[in-house]
């Protein structure tokens, strides 16, 4: 069974040394009395949570899965994820971030980031669940009614109630403007909704008292198109104006989706049979409301195929160092031994360390973003707060596209390393590649996230959000750049920095004729930009680790030949892909429909 460590030394190097998060908080009134202890203390405990409760029943509950029982609609967790969801609530880690008005503990986002991070390392599947209850208390918190807030809030905080969002029909996924479930008007203020939904992940389950369904549908005289769209609470009982549960609501799982991963969460197909609803937000404005969920969906996404690549890395190094076979090519190293450790291979190193490299720009990756979100959120200076959520929108993408895709290939180097074992389910390793693959597909697929960061975030403003970001980049290509020690980093970061400029403009002049040729470029645009902000990550990484890697601590020893690894075998990745972005649309497009 596949053994999870948590990486605390790791985060505490992103958070204090490479960030500042204390300092960069105290500056929001309400973190200003967050200490660096506080934050260390809260995360060791949540690892032993992940590495003693969690971890245990990932491969179990990934043979097991989830069983529906068709005559009451209800649904089976695997055997354990109940009570190890009864201690997360008893430990009331579902309220880290949120709000103390409703019972929350306040700590910042960036913490609640971290937590999920381990969580995803530990169990997926299993973190699913109360990772769309935070997404729905989101929403809710930003676009709810008072009443609503007091009802619902509480409950959501604590994990009492757990929430979903109900967005694809049979018919339709990422064109939400395409959806068919109606909501009508009722005389005491609610609505009858009904349709069907499918693929909603913990859309039904026996871990909670009660599920907060947030559900898109029209009203009877609702415009065409995603401008005609309402967003909805349908709980599964209904509430009483006490907030105690009342009725079975019409609202019910009608099958279990087979999947090729996740198998422990059950990702239901929604029948909504004249269910009760209320209204969030205004009218046909439900996207709005609702965008505050997808988007910290999509940030929790890349932050799913973080912890994959944390913990495949993790066991490949495990087996690698244990695994004996042949002997090195320049002769052998382990001369008490029959064979090798695999891990004295060239290739096998390539591959350890690509996991490795990805998990550690990514973990920068996302703590600096969710740090950018808690001052978006809580900075007392207006223009600070613009700026940061500017940011968070430019990085959004790039999070839940780049780290996804690199959990994909991390993860199946990861398998390789094993061998053959690698393809038995008992390693762990092939549920970790299964997993990870519905990351790249489910909260917009990584081309919707492309199409996103091209089109709207970058094109969108002119390359307002991208230039700014950019300046930062150059300021410390400035600062570094007469340091004879950092020429490594410093010098392929400038060059991606400006062939990232060069490409953009040659991309905008030819979408200015040509909007196709944004969805012709922008796969391949996404990941060289998602280069170049784990270059810049690496390279202040890097010279911390310079700085510090003669004081005797091999942290620093390890962080600077993973860095040096990531510039000479992972970031030349990116000149094939400016190449093929150039190619533009004709190669794609030339050929008639019929000849396919």
Partial sequence: MPQYNPPLRDMKFVMHELLHVVDELKLCPKHADIDEDTINAVLEEGGKFCSE???????SGDAEGCVLDKTTHEVTAPKGFKEAYAKYVEGGWPALSCDPEYGGQGLPVMINQCMYEMMNSANQAWTMYPGLSHGAYEALHAHGTPEQKSIYLPKLTSGEWTGTMCLTEPHCGTDLGLLRSKAEPQADGTYKITGQKIFISAGEHDLAANIVHLVLARLPDAPQ?????SLFIVPKFNVNADGSLGSRNGVYCGGLEHKMGIHGNATAQIVLDGAVGTMVGQPNKGLAAMFVMMNAARLGVGNQSLGLTEVAYQNAVAYAKDRIQMRALSGPKALDKAADPIIVHPDVRKMLLTARAYAEGGRALATYVALQLDKALSSDDEDERKECEDEVALLTPIIKAFLTDNGWIA????MQVFGGHGFIHEW???QFVRD????MIYEGTNTIQSLDLLGRKVL??????????????????EEEGTNEAMQEFINPLADIGDKVTKLTTEIGIKAFQNPDEVGAAAVDYLRVVGHLTFAYFWARMAKLALEKKDGGDPFYTAKLSTARFYFAKLLPETASLIRTARAGLQPLMEMEEALF
């Avoid at 993860?411 to 990861?414: K, Q, V, W």
């Avoid at 307002?464 to 970001?469: D, N, P, Q, S, T």
């Fill in 225 to 229: 198109g995603s401008k005609g769209i």
């Fill in 53 to 59: 409760v969690i971890t245990p029943i990932n491969l």
């Fill in 460 to 477: 969108g403003d002119n390359g307002k959000k991208l230039k700014a970001f950019g300046k930062k980049i150059a300021a410390f290509v």
């Fill in 436 to 439: 990870a693959r519905i990351n």
């Fill in 428 to 430: 762990g390793m092939e």
């Fill in 411 to 414: 993860t199946s180097h990861c």
